[in-house]
């Protein structure tokens, strides 16, 4: 990358490569954390610039993003090459091979989350189109977790600019009721079940992230800006918690509205928060199914909550653009130029 040619020592003018996905219109840029570790030394900065919803990134449906996605291919997954023989192997093909990529979300507000569900399926997909593998082993902050990707061609191999949506399985690993986990506060001794937080009655469960679960009689009648906060920020929770409603609307059917940790606001979509909500719902004998198709406005994801297995998380991943964005200056970013 240039240096600046500024004569006045500011930084010049620099950009990184990016990819705009969905998933259920939960959006992310994804960006190579390769090129971030030489380009952008303020990870948080260029989130919040980017991210938000008046004037962040434009293009494709909505203006900003949900969070931007730092993904790095860590293993292609196909072995075939430079054997010690000398002699290539031949390809393996897409199907037998399992990439693995780091993901780490950094959150509008700066912040970096544990996991992100829908952020998992879009990952993987970028993952795909990049080196061919179908089965890709994301390493999280929250720990491994193998995503599928089905359909599609991995890529835009028709040249119409655009690229087919795929459908994407995460395995997410098993919901916990546990207060160390979700976390609680430290004097609590029990998890917290059907209990008053700030006025609403919730359940609190980790699935990566913390969700507080509300199950409701109706979704739509809530007003979720102002319910979420108090109970986003309450004590009981030290570190913070995403405030999720569940609405049982059929065998095996529920609407779910989400307001994000992070966001600070409600998301169209949130893949941990689906998982949560069909955690919730059994623990609660709201449901006795561990297949589900879980509702947010933008759209339907098919989770699965066996008992004492991990549960998985399926809904499509959705290419919108790619574009180059600007490295926005800032003080770290100046002191590691001079
Ligand atoms: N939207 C994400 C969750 C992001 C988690 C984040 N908001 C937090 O816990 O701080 C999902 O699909 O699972």
């Known amino acids: 990358m240039s240096e600046s040619t500024d004569p006045t020592g500011s930084a010049g003018p620099r ?13 992310f840029l994804v960006v190579d954390a390769a090129d971030a570790d030489r380009l952008v ?52 093909a897409a199907a037998d091979r399992t990439a693995r990529a ?10 970096i989350a544990e996991m992100c569900g829908n952020g998992a399926r879009c990952a ?19 720990g491994v977790r193998r995503a599928e990707v089905r359909g599609g061609d991995g890529g835009d191999d028709d040249g119409d600019g655009t690229h087919d949506e795929v459908t994407v399985e995460v395995e997410m690993g098993e919901a916990s009721f546990a207060p160390e986990d979700v976390p609680l506060a430290a004097d609590r001794d029990g998890p917290l079940v059907k209990e008053s937080v700030e006025g609403l009655t ?33 004590d009981a929770f030290p570190e913070g918690t ?10 095996g059917a529920f609407a779910q509205r989400t307001f994000e940790r ?41 989770i699965t909550v066996p008992e004492d297995a991990p549960a998985t998380l399926t809904g499509p991943a959705a290419w919108e653009f790619d574009v180059d964005l ?13």
Do not use: I
Request: charged share 25%; with cysteine; proline share 6%.
């Open 41 to 92: 030394p303020d990870r948080g900065a260029f989130a919040v610039r980017h991210c938000d919803r008046e004037t962040g990134v434009e293009g494709g449906g909505r203006t900003g993003a949900d969070g931007v996605l730092f993904v790095e291919v860590t293993d292609d997954g196909d072995d075939a090459g430079g054997d010690a023989d000398g002699v290539a192997d031949a390809p393996a």
């Open 326 to 338: 600007a490295v926005p200056t800032t003080e770290r970013d100046r002191e590691e130029r001079e």
């Open 102 to 111: 780091t993901m780490t979300l950094v959150q509008p507000d700066a912040s």
């Open 202 to 234: 919730v359940t609190a469960v980790d699935t990566g992230v913390p969700h507080a679960v509300a199950v409701v009689d109706d979704v739509d009648a809530v007003d979720l800006e102002a319910v979420a906060p108090p109970v986003r920020h309450a």
């Open 124 to 142: 993987a997909a970028w993952v795909r189109e990049r080196t061919g593998a179908d089965v890709v082993d994301l390493d999280t902050p929250a």
């Open 262 to 302: 992070g966001v600070e606001g409600e998301t169209l979509a949130c893949g941990t928060g689906a998982v949560a909500v069909g955690a919730v719902a059994r623990r609660l004998g709201v449901t006795d199914r561990t297949d589900l198709a879980v509702s947010p406005p933008g759209g339907t994801l098919r």
């Open 242 to 251: 995403n405030v999720t409603l569940a609405e049982r609307t059929g065998d």
């Open 15 to 27: 950009t990184v490569p990016a990819v705009k996905y969905h998933g259920t219109g939960n959006d």
